[in-house]
């Protein structure tokens, strides 16, 4: 089982920076790919940003130039830099991962962390 720990959600004005992070621990053996989605109030989960073991990168239309994925293999963690925000960033924003839990298990399992809220207003 993994567990995924996130923060660093909060309030914030219009064309401020957060920084989410988000740790995992648990029956790790390798991770394929962390990420975050979000989901505001009445819409669907969507995709923010992923990054996949060989360091590919995605984003979602609407934050890209503005939003920025990395990690720290070491620490299992994944941060999601958000600079410029704007109020329709507003959601609560939710950590994944996608990986392996034994080297002799080759089915890729997805855990998701709980949630930290990111408002955006003035």
């Known amino acids: 089982q993994v567990q995924l720990v996130e923060s660093g959600g909060g309030l914030v004005q219009p064309g401020g920076s957060l920084r989410l992070s988000c740790a995992a621990s648990?029956?790790?053996?390798?991770?394929?790919?962390m990420g975050w989605y979000r989901q505001a109030p009445g819409k669907q989960r969507e995709l923010v940003a992923k990054?996949?073991?060989?360091?590919?990168?995605t984003y979602a239309d609407s934050v890209k130039g503005r939003f920025s994925i990395s990690r720290d293999n070491a620490k299992n963690t994944v941060y999601l830099q958000m600079n410029s925000l704007k109020p329709e960033d507003t959601a609560v924003y939710y950590c994944?991962?996608?990986?392996?839990?034994?080297?002799?298990?080759?089915?890729?399992?997805?855990?998701w962390g709980q949630g930290t809220q990111v408002t955006v207003s003035s």
């Open positions: 994944s991962v996608s990986y392996r839990a034994q080297w002799s298990d080759y089915r890729v399992k997805d855990s």
């Open positions: 648990g029956s790790i053996f390798s991770i394929n790919a």
């Open positions: 990054l996949t073991s060989g360091s590919t990168s």
